[in-house]
């Protein structure tokens, strides 16, 4: 698949890069500064300069035009309220519009364990912007018919990744940003995990045959 990797330079998207390029796809990895086209480049992705949160419907389009699918692993990593609105609601909501009108029609979206509409974060608390903004993003995506996959991983670790998860869980713990990105991969790969919310911790099952049991 030609793949449109929205949030290119993030911890979890350099990880899946290589992952992506190695399982023979072909990946464009958006990110906002030029200065990191050579990180990028190495992994084997092709780098694309954009500002996702300026993008109007045009830019988005040109954007993800030929594209086969689309990852979102972008996020505003803790800033400003009105920054996390504009890049994990309104830019997501909008690549998904985009997705449909250019038919990109597979997206898999990074979203985080526990995300839903009834959060129950208070609106003065700082995490409510971000909370609120994926629960959004995530059920405008569910509306849509793209053939989307909605990952929740729980808490992000450094740790190594083992290759192995646990999916059957209802209870938020942690897992690698490695081993994230090898779910990336694994969505993509199975097309039974259209129209799924997945939520998972590190665990003891091989990730491939962890999905496919929870689909």
Known sequence: MDIALIGGHGKVALLAEPLLVEAGHTVHAVIRDPEQTAEIEVTGAKAVVADIESLD?????????????VVWSA????GSPQ???????????????????VGATRYVMVSYFGASLEHGVPEDE????????????????QGTDLEWTILGPSGLTLEEPTGRIDATTSESSTVSRGNVA?????ALDRPGTVGKFLTY???????GAAFDAAV
């Open 83 to 101: 920054r996390t609105w504009a890049v994990d609601r309104d830019a997501a909501i909008a690549s998904m519009e985009s997705a449909r009108r």
């Open 126 to 141: 700082p995490f409510f912007a971000y909370a609120e903004s994926k629960a959004q993003a995530d059920a405008h995506l």
């Open 182 to 186: 090898r779910t990336i991969v694994a």
């Open 201 to 207: 911790n590190d665990g003891e099952q091989e990730i």
């Open 75 to 78: 996020g505003a990593g803790g």
């Open 57 to 69: 419907a045009d830019g988005w389009d040109e954007l993800l035009r030929g594209k086969d699918a």
